[in-house]
Nanobody
Framework: QVQLVESGGGLVQAGSSLRLSCAAS????????MAWFRQAPGKEREFVAS???????????EVTDSVKGRFTISRDSTKNTMYLQMSILKPEDTAVYYC???????????????????WGQGTQVTVSS
């Protein structure tokens, strides 16, 4: 049974840092794209960052108040684990953060939920002002 398990979320103050982890089991994802998405209350799940199998190519959401420059995605294929280092956190970063693996579709624009096959249950990140 394939599982993705996120950890590392919590309640922090604005300006703090957190490191999220996504541990995969049941199969290896060393040849698969992996990604982080997030979903704030009342909003759709949105793309945060993705990483190619080698780990050398990474992509970040490019919208207003982007995470680029504050978040860093990485992976350790030997541990079948992906990470999201988040710094200078803002209240608007508050959301449930989900990891995703194995991209099966390529739409237009930022990656969408349907483009990834496997999903974790999410970890809550709450940033207080």
């Amino acid at each position: 049974q394939v599982q993705l398990v996120e950890s590392g979320g919590g309640l922090v103050q604005a300006g703090s840092s957190l490191r999220l982890s996504c541990a995969a089991s049941g199969r290896t994802f060393s040849s698969s794209d992996m990604a982080w998405f997030r979903q704030a209350p009342g909003k759709e799940r949105e793309f945060v960052a993705s990483i190619r199998p080698t780990g050398r190519n990474t992509y970040y959401a490019e919208v207003t108040d982007s995470v680029k420059g504050r978040f860093t995605i990485s992976r350790d294929s030997t541990k079948n684990t992906m990470y999201l280092q988040m710094s200078i956190l803002k209240p608007e970063d508050t959301a449930v953060y989900y990891c995703a693996a194995e991209r099966v579709a390529y739409g237009v624009g930022s990656p969408k939920r349907y483009e990834y096959h496997y999903w974790g249950q999410g970890t809550q990140v709450t940033v207080s002002s």
